[in-house]
């Protein structure tokens, strides 16, 4: 199975700062994929597909990066809406496999 | 849009179908996937299932107990489950796949207690 290490596990920003989360895959996923957004007692939404494609209604503070088994989502200015977690999802092979997290607070 | 129902409260060993109704969209041109959450934790895909029914992937914790299916003609997703443990306490959600899961429906609470 391919582990998905998402770091940190938390971080504490203010809005306005720039947050940057990484997933590394065990194994190279090439570009296959996707990271999520989820706010307490909601269901995840996509932001990034394929790695650095921006979901269609996402705000472009949002961008994706990287290629093989590291991986970055950037937050450029945090806004308040966007305290929540963020988690990475590969779907090169099954089982898929998400990331443990990422807890943005204040 | 994606409404999962059926989640109640069960006894360890008891068995339980999950549906999701698919709406707004062409049901039988996606694959589909369930993700499940226990309480306080993160993400875990489930199982997926192509167009037809034909091709069908499972975690290694529900083999054997679990089985995803569809009704193309009801535009519905469902998902057994039977040996039920603690452990398969969660929200249970259904995904649209679109690559990954590019639509979520709003999650159904199985709780699994004696």
């Known amino acids: 199975d391919i582990q998905m290490t998402q770091s940190p596990s938390s971080l504490s920003a203010s809005v306005g700062d720039r947050v940057t989360i990484t997933c590394r895959a065990s194994q190279g996923i090439n570009t296959a994929l996707g990271w999520y957004q989820q706010r307490p007692g909601k269901a995840p939404k996509r932001l990034i597909h394929?790695?650095?494609h921006l979901q269609s209604g996402v705000p472009s503070r949002f961008s994706g990066s990287g290629s093989g088994t590291e991986f970055t989502l950037t937050i450029s200015s945090l806004q308040p809406e966007d305290f929540a977690t963020y988690y990475c999802?590969?779907?090169?092979?099954?089982?898929?496999?998400f990331g443990q997290g990422t807890e943005v607070e204040s | 849009q994606l409404v999962e129902s059926g989640g109640d409260l069960v006894q360890p060993g008891e068995s339980l179908r999950l549906s999701c109704a698919a709406t707004g969209f062409t049901f039988n041109f996606h694959w589909m996937t369930w993700v499940r959450q226990a309480p306080g934790r993160g993400l875990e895909w489930v199982a997926t299932?192509?167009?037809?029914?034909?091709?069908?992937y499972y975690v290694d914790s529900v083999k054997g107990r679990f089985t995803i299916s569809r009704d193309n003609a009801q535009n519905s997703l469902y998902l057994h489950m039977n040996s039920l443990t603690a452990e398969d306490t969660a929200v249970y959600y259904c995904?649209?796949?679109?690559?990954?899961?590019?639509?979520w429906g709003q999650g159904t609470l199985v709780t699994v207690s004696s």
């Open positions: 995904g649209r796949n679109g690559g990954s899961i590019d639509s």
């Open positions: 394929d790695a650095f």
């Open positions: 299932l192509n167009q037809d029914g034909s091709e069908r």
């Open positions: 999802l590969q779907h090169v092979t099954y089982p898929w496999t």
